[in-house]
């Protein structure tokens, strides 16, 4: 016999009228031609058509005009290497040139899923017995390309949820991309990655020990200008260039609600979607709180597991994760260290679910393989929903399952607390099976998770409905922790 859940009655859907405002690529060609015709255009004219797009898109956006003058820079940018002259342009054909050069996106038009859910760093005037919470969302707009998004809301002493009103606006962050590499992990990444040993060499040997993005680039640019670069020397260039691009770091205005803050696609590596980010809330040994995130990068060909850390989910910093154990997709990380070593579940073949333990959060190697499908509804893979939650019996983990017909179930692990590779009880039957409003969506027959959160002897599962919307469940632990059959 299945336990009994409550399904709450929140529900998250797609949402077109969230937009952000993104650069309009139209090619060097016609971008040269358009600025051209702004440069002709009488200042009057200038003013008059300037006027009426703030007038039409002020109110949609925050700090417009900023925007306008960014875009600007990325065309001039873009044609720096044509006769065009910018130094005589005016603030308000660089505006204007700005704005021909924008373009609205609506980030979760098309689906909103696949949550996880954390405890907010905030946890003032609330109730007794309540939580604030913060839950991240994969949203999707046009094209299939994923971000994240937040939003924060309170679990009360009965266990029902509260959600705050969305923030009018939607904002991306400012991007920072001096980040410092370790040229010894770099280069054991690249050769993971089997990237010709010989351009390699070429390009890292006149670096130091640690270097900046900028650097890297004088390198290459120095080692194409003394070779010749034919197609297999561009390639892997190419693929060098992928690799320091997916290192970056990223803040958030101040003055703006976690509602409207989006993570978007920032580096090639994820240039078509950063999919089913895990967060959890990491304390340290010595008290430390953190929050990570692991989330897989994917460029429309290929996928690169990566990681998010924050302290306050208004400055994030994201990395590649490397090694053995930090490939394929569905990586979550414990919320602590055991033995003095991060943990991390893994499903690095696809059907099997694995576990890692590193002294370096960014390194994970010879993972170890704890689960096989056991079940008929999880006999095509097995694989986790997220963080592990501490229980005084064990890491309890959310898992998901599927069987025939690719139907996506949930269902529930328990590990060892002190040695968790070893598992000691599992569901039987599913913790979660889609029903009829469920299964109908992008992609039916599925529920899916990526983190839960326990407060007040239940826990709260957040779930993506058939890759479409999303919706909360609720389950007595105490219930759940003597369904568990040993294994």
């Not at 046009?142 to 959600?163: A, M, N, P, R, W």
């Not at 920072?176 to 010709?196: C, P, Q």
């Not at 130091?208 to 200008?225: P, T, V, W």
Request: with cysteine.
């Amino acid at each position: 016999m299945r336990i009994i859940v409550e399904r709450k009655q929140d529900r998250f859907y797609p949402d077109f009228k969230r937009v952000i405002i993104r650069f309009f690529h139209n090619g060097a060609e016609r971008t040269g031609d358009l600025v051209q015709k702004v440069i002709e255009m009488e200042e009057e004219d200038v003013e008059l058509t300037l006027a009426q797009t703030l007038r039409e898109f002020a109110k949609r956006h925050r700090n417009l005009a900023r925007k306008f003058k960014q875009h600007y820079e990325k065309a001039r940018d873009l044609l720096k290497d044509t006769s065009i002259d910018f130094k005589q342009l005016s603030e308000g054909k660089k505006l204007l040139i700005g704005a021909y050069c924008s373009l609205e996106y609506s980030i979760k038009s098309a689906a909103f899923f696949n949550p996880s859910m954390v405890e907010s760093p905030d946890q003032t005037e609330l109730e007794e017995g309540s939580k604030r919470v913060i839950v991240s969302f994969r949203a999707t707009g046009e094209g299939h390309i994923s971000s994240i998004v937040f939003h924060t809301g309170v679990i009360d002493h009965k266990g029902d949820l509260y959600f705050e009103k969305s923030g009018h606006y939607v904002d991306e962050a400012e991007t920072v991309r001096l980040h410092t590499y370790n040229k010894k992990t770099f280069i054991n990444k690249l050769n993971e990655m089997k990237v010709d040993k010989r351009i390699i060499s070429m390009v890292m040997q006149p670096l130091d020990e640690k270097f900046i993005y900028s650097r890297l680039l004088e390198s290459i640019n120095h080692a194409l200008d003394k070779n010749n670069a034919n197609e297999e020397t561009k390639r892997a260039i190419k693929e060098i260039i992928w690799l320091a691009d997916s290192h970056y770091e990223i803040k958030f205005s101040r003055d703006t609600d976690i509602s409207e803050r989006v993570i978007f696609p920032i580096s090639h590596t994820e240039r078509k979607g950063i999919e089913d980010a895990r967060f959890v809330r990491f304390v340290d040994d010595n008290g430390q709180v953190i929050y990570y995130a692991t989330y897989t990068a994917y460029d429309g060909y290929a996928i690169l597991p990566k990681l998010i850390l924050t302290k306050d989910f208004y400055n994030f910093e994201v990395k590649p994760l490397h090694g053995e154990g930090a490939q394929n997709k569905n990586l979550a990380l414990f919320p602590r260290k055991i033995n003095g070593k991060y943990v991390m579940l893994s499903r690095i073949d696809g059907i099997n679910s694995y576990i890692g333990f590193s002294e370096n959060i960014n390194v994970w190697d010879e993972p170890v393989k704890i689960q096989e499908p056991k079940y008929p509804w999880e006999y095509i893979q097995i694989g986790n929903c997220g963080a592990p939650e501490e229980t005084p019996d064990g890491w309890l983990v959310i898992t998901h399952g599927v069987g025939p017909m690719r139907r996506y179930c949930l269902g529930a692990s328990l590990l060892d607390l002190d040695n968790p590779t070893k598992e000691i009880g599992r569901l039987k039957d599913p913790l979660l099976i889609p029903n009829e409003e469920e299964r109908e969506g992008y992609v039916p027959n599925v529920v899916y998770s990526c983190g839960a959160i326990i407060h007040n002897n239940k826990i709260i599962i957040p779930y993506g409905l058939s890759d479409t919307a999303s919706g909360f469940m609720s389950v007595d632990i105490q219930e759940l922790l003597k369904k568990l059959v040993p294994v």
